[in-house]
């Protein structure tokens, strides 16, 4: 028989959000009554039956019940949480009872015993922070037991949306296992490319700046025509920025954060970022700088004023702008003094020719400098020795 309930396709086709296409029909005799359903659900056919009785009131609420939990991942979780929560709101209810008559036998206790109003007061307060953390532990415990699930799950769309809303929601450690249990799942379709973005922007969230910068870049490279690759390829670089050492410390993620950066500017020479990234460039400039001036500095403090004449040209010649300039310009030249003073007599005319020369340079650049003094009596040493060299020559 079919047809024999016909307010009742009508009463379930929930048109304001497609979930339910289908059919009913019955079998057997007058009672009881097999209601079939077959409904798209998730891009998928579900199919499900619900016994009924023609006493029975067929009516949206039953159907829209059946609808919501029949068989689904959804369905069976949303009913454990009902139950669950049920359960607590009547543990609940019972502690607060127990709180409200002890609250009312305490001051009557009170009276007959005066010094015992402080242990009933606190022995309530902390019957009322037992109560509060319970609840606490019972919501983790929930919360903790759908993750769980989750990540058991076959239902991917379901994992994916998920996964998205823990992402949203400020949870990027359980929305980062959930993507990548799935990114196979999804690989070649629409979804990879968002599963991609979502997994590098995880662990940037969570401050794992090495493990997004690859992330990014896997992007760029795998997806070089996306509307997203131009963000991914300025991620790239500002994840190796702020994983960027201090200037003691290897300076190779800096490098690599300046050739990003000069790449991104070099594919959008338009782009609004182009100041910001101009000033990070700076910065991790000065860090390089900085970086060869200790190095450089340590070996003049050590005395080893040959090492630290390299050192120092090398510093002047890879970072002319460097805010350090006039120090290492000074040092420069107290190495090469250093040099032609205790060097042997055969290599003291021409080191002490460099120094001067050295110091011409300074003194150009630098005529009010705070070494001025220091350095003009370096060079009074300088002129001395080759105005006598000169006379013995004569």
């Known amino acids: 028989m ?40 998730e891009e998928r056919i579900m199919k499900g039956e619900w016994m009924v009785t023609r006493e029975q009131d067929v009516n949206r609420g039953g159907i829209e019940r059946f609808l919501d939990g029949a068989g689904s991942f959804q369905g069976r979780e949303r009913r454990k949480s009902e139950k669950f929560f049920a359960v607590c709101l009547s543990i609940f209810h019972f502690l607060l009872y127990l709180c409200m008559l002890q609250k009312k036998r305490c001051p009557e206790q009170a009276e007959r015993v005066g010094e015992r109003r402080l242990p009933l007061d606190f022995k309530r307060n902390c019957f009322m922070k037992k109560v509060l953390l319970f609840l606490i532990v019972a919501a983790c415990c929930l919360s903790c037991g759908e993750y769980q699930q989750l990540l058991k799950s076959t239902d991917y769309q379901l994992i994916y949306r998920k996964a998205v809303e823990y992402y949203n929601n400020g949870d990027y450690q359980k929305a ?3 993507l990548d249990g799935i990114r196979t799942v999804f690989s070649g379709t629409n979804k990879a490319q968002n599963i991609a973005y ?10 794992d700046y090495e493990t997004a910068s690859g992330l990014f870049k896997q992007f760029v490279q795998t997806y070089p025509e996306s509307s997203f690759a131009e963000e991914c390829l300025f991620m790239m670089g500002y994840c190796d920025y702020m994983a960027s050492p201090k200037p003691r410390l290897d300076q190779s993620l800096t490098d690599r954060a300046l050739s990003e950066f000069q790449l991104y500017l070099n594919r959008y020479p338009r782009s609004m970022r182009k100041e910001q990234i101009n000033g990070y460039i700076d910065e991790l400039r000065d860090k390089l700088s900085y970086k060869a001036y200790l190095s450089a500095r340590n070996y003049y403090q050590r005395e080893y004023y040959k090492a630290a004449t390299v050192s120092l040209q090398n510093c002047l010649k890879d970072y002319p702008g460097s805010k350090y300039r006039e120090e290492i310009m000074y040092m420069l030249f107290m190495s090469k003094y250093e040099m032609a003073v205790n060097s042997v007599e055969d290599k003291k005319l021409e080191r002490y020719n460099n120094a001067q020369e050295e110091y011409y340079y300074f003194a150009e650049e630098y005529p009010e400098s705070k070494y001025a003094d220091e350095l003009k009596k370096c060079y009074e040493v300088i002129e001395a020795y080759l105005d006598n060299y000169n006379y013995e020559e004569e």
């Open 198 to 207: 979502y997994r590098a922007f995880c662990s940037y969230n969570m401050k």
């Open 176 to 178: 980062q296992n959930l």
């Open 2 to 41: 079919t047809g024999a309930l016909p307010d009742l396709l009508p009463s379930c086709s929930r048109p304001e959000t497609g979930l339910f296409k289908g059919h009913v029909r019955f079998i057997g005799g007058y009672s009881p009554v097999l209601v079939r359903f077959e409904w798209a659900q």
